[in-house]
């Protein structure tokens, strides 16, 4: 993934001013998200999508930051790896946006036998 997918996927939001069914943003300003696994989940089981961290849910996906970029990352990782059965593949991408540290993750759709 590429800083300019996940920009191109901020400036989406924010034009239409909803999330998409492929494209949801999860607050981390203040620790891991509860229902992160829910979103992988789902996304995982169906054609795959983008999680960016460090957007507010409200206020027209305004930048927030996140709590701690390197422990969100860890969190996630785990959650994907450890916690789902099959493992999730994801692509993550840490980056600075508007001044501020977000983390936007690619969640792959799983194979289906």
């Known amino acids: 993934m590429e800083k300019n997918e996940v920009i191109d996927a901020i400036r989406l939001l924010r034009k239409y001013n909803t999330e998409t069914n492929r494209i949801e943003v999860k607050s981390a300003l203040l620790g ?19 999680i960016i961290f460090g957007l507010s849910e409200d206020e027209n996906f305004k930048t927030e930051g996140v709590y701690d970029i390197n422990d969100l990352q860890k969190q ?30 690619k969640i792959e759709e799983l194979r289906q036998n």
């Open 32 to 50: 891991f998200p509860k229902k992160c696994y829910d979103t992988i989940s789902s996304f995982s089981n169906k054609y795959g999508g983008i």
């Open 76 to 105: 996630i990782t785990s959650l994907c790896s450890d916690a789902m059965v099959p493992r999730v593949r994801t692509d993550i991408l840490p980056l600075e946006f508007e001044g501020k540290n977000i983390l936007a993750v």
